[in-house]
């Protein structure tokens, strides 16, 4: 069974920092690009940033140079470091990973950690 479980989300103060953590389980997960996308309240499901299996990285343009992405293939563990939070960013915040290869895909979903940010 597949899982994908965050944590880390909470309150922040605009110009705070979070990380976020998204454990995986039931995957090879060295072979998978991860991703965190976010949702806020009436808009849709958005790309925040991925990382592939050999380590390249990808940002949506509102978080280039505040988030970094990162992973951890020893523990299974994807990571987002959230940093110059502004109330923009409060969403859930979701873990994905992907795996394309000839004819098969697979596409998973964590359950979503909230974040917000305010005063």
Known sequence: QVQLVESGGGLVQPGGSLR???AASGITFSIYTMGWYRQAPGKQR???ATITSDGSTNYAEPVKGRFTISRDNAKNTVYLQMS???PEDTAVYYCNAKFSGGRTWFN???QGTQVTVSS
């Open 20 to 22: 976020l953590s998204c």
């Open 46 to 48: 958005e790309l925040v």
């Open 84 to 86: 110059s939070q502004t």
């Open 108 to 110: 998973y979903w964590g």
